[in-house]
């Protein structure tokens, strides 16, 4: 069988490492589940590398990519089209290549911010009138506030370490008297930070995290799907209900499923996998 016969049923995750990314088993679990003929597997890329992979993909006339760190950002100048929330989110976690004969148009779209939405309404958490409380100046944390936004939050609230990096929105400075100016009034608090990615400097930054200031009946969330982020694991001692980043990968690779097939995924499976 030739590599034009079997292209148009690969699709890959692109990222920098990507060896930890549980996206194709999920995936794969995904197109099995759902009678699919397709494989999806992780290709690391390194920087340098971004701009000729994509270009590759798009000859091969593969099924669809998604988008992980650190390319969100960059892979931007390689779409020829960036769909809604992409345009306004400034980050692309999934690629569309439309074909109309020779012709490829590389369309970029944001699934994060609809994803995390999507598993917030699996899990029984209502979006409309929330007043939210978003940690963190990077994509992740644009993802999720323009999802939120969307979905129609009563007040959205963004606090970093680095609120001059916040672009798009007045952020709040890490401080402790604003921190528990914000929280004392969330129904929901999102960790959008990369602290939990490393174990050393975690406590230090979930240290200064007042959660004694969040109203009992708030949910706290984190993006992290790996393990239990160091933050989680103290609200759920304090009794609050958590949320980690499973769902959100899920739902957001189930919108990337139904990009490239135009069919609906099967979510519990692909929940299952990772």
């Known amino acids: 069988m030739s590599a034009d016969a079997i292209a148009p049923r690969v699709g890959v995750v692109l990222g920098w490492p990507v060896a930890h990314s549980r996206s194709p088993a999920m995936h794969n679990a995904a197109f099995a589940a759902a009678g699919v003929d397709a494989v999806f597997g992780a290709c690391a890329v390194p920087p340098a590398r971004l701009a000729a992979a994509v270009r590759g993909l798009a000859a091969a006339d593969i099924l669809g990519a998604s988008v992980t760190v650190p390319h969100k950002q960059a892979v931007i100048a390689l779409c020829d089209r960036l769909a809604p929330p992409a345009d306004r ?6 690629l569309v290549f439309e074909r109309d ?10 699934t994060d911010a609809g994803g995390f939405v999507d598993a917030l309404g699996a899990a029984a958490i209502a979006c409309a009138g929330a007043r939210v409380v978003v940690l963190g100046a990077g994509g992740a944390a644009r993802a999720v506030h323009a999802g939120l936004a969307d979905a129609g939050a009563a007040s959205l609230t963004v606090i970093a370490r680095r609120p001059e990096a916040v672009t798009w929105i007045d952020a709040r400075p890490w401080r402790d008297a604003e921190l528990r100016d914000a929280l004392a009034t969330a129904d929901l608090l999102v960790d959008c930070t990369s602290s939990a990615l490393d174990a050393a400097t975690e406590p230090a930054v979930v240290d200064g995290v007042p959660l004694d200031a969040l109203p009992a009946a708030a949910v706290v969330a984190s993006l992290v799907y790996h393990r239990e982020p160091l933050l989680l694991a103290r609200a759920r001692g304090r009794g609050h209900r958590v949320v980690d ?3 959100m990968l899920a739902h957001q690779g189930a919108r990337a499923f139904t990009l490239w097939l135009g069919r609906p995924a099967p979510v519990d499976v692909m929940l299952t996998a990772i």
């Open 101 to 110: 004969g020779d012709e490829v148009t590389i369309v970029g779209h944001n």
């Open 89 to 94: 989110i400034g980050a692309v976690n999934c």
């Open 245 to 247: 980043g499973r769902g």
